[in-house]
């Protein structure tokens, strides 16, 4: 099975710092890569796949990159809303995999 | 609009059984693989399997088969997850969430997720 592991598993940042998570595949899976956030008791939501394609309605100030085996979200400036944990899920082979969530706190 | 509404909150005792369950709206249902994730308190994300609503196809992670069972009924939208005898263990969060695969010939990517059903196991 392909693992992934998300790092850091938590940062501090403050409204309009450039934040950047990363994922790392055990085996190249190309660019099948999404990335998922989840606010305080909340649903996850989607908002990146194919690495980098934003889903509908997303910020702008979210994007991702990487292929291969490294994969990266940044957000360009976080805002308020942007405090909640994110995670990255490879889903090129089954079973997919979660990475093990960061979680954005504000500093 | 896509969602999906997924059965609510369930306190139960170690030993019983239980079935939740997952209604897609606004959109081909029998068109969508449909997933089923687990969340316990305070982790991660722990993908548990799939369904087809179409026919019968069904996929496990190997570290959830034989644990539950993932059904469903076309008629009515419905993707459903059931277990025969709870363990203090079960406790958490569990999504359903839409399955895509974003224009390739295969993959497993998430889409849409569901709100959650929350189960507490407990004596």
């Known amino acids: 099975d392909i693992q992934v592991t998300q790092s850091p598993s938590s940062l501090s940042a403050s409204v309009g710092d450039r934040v950047t998570i990363t994922c790392r595949a055990s085996?190249?899976?190309?660019?099948?890569l999404g990335w998922h956030q989840q606010r305080p008791e909340k649903g996850p939501k989607s908002l990146i796949y194919a690495t980098s394609s934003l889903q509908d309605g997303v910020p702008s100030r979210f994007s991702g990159s990487g292929s291969g085996t490294t994969f990266n979200l940044t957000i360009s400036s976080l805002q308020p809303e942007d405090f909640a944990t994110y995670y990255c899920l490879q889903y090129k082979t089954s079973p997919p995999a979660f990475g093990q969530g960061t979680k954005v706190e504000i500093k | 609009e896509v969602q999906l509404v997924q059965s609510g909150a369930e306190v139960k005792k170690p030993g019983e059984s239980l079935k939740i369950s997952c209604k897609g709206f606004g959109y081909t249902f029998t068109s969508y693989w449909i997933a089923w994730v687990r969340q316990m308190p305070g982790k991660g994300l722990e993908w548990m399997g799939v369904r087809y609503p179409a026919d019968s196809d069904t996929r496990y992670n190997p570290s959830f088969r034989g644990q539950v069972t993932i059904s469903a009924d076309k008629s009515i939208n419905t993707v459903y997850l059931q277990w025969s005898s709870l363990k203090a263990s079960d406790t958490g969060m569990y999504y359903c969430?839409?399955?895509?695969?974003?224009?390739?010939?295969?993959?497993?990517?998430?889409?849409?997720w569901g709100q959650g059903t929350l189960v507490t196991v407990s004596s």
């Open positions: 969430a839409r399955v895509n695969t974003f224009g390739q010939s295969y993959g497993w990517g998430i889409d849409y």
């Open positions: 085996q190249d899976i190309s660019t099948w």
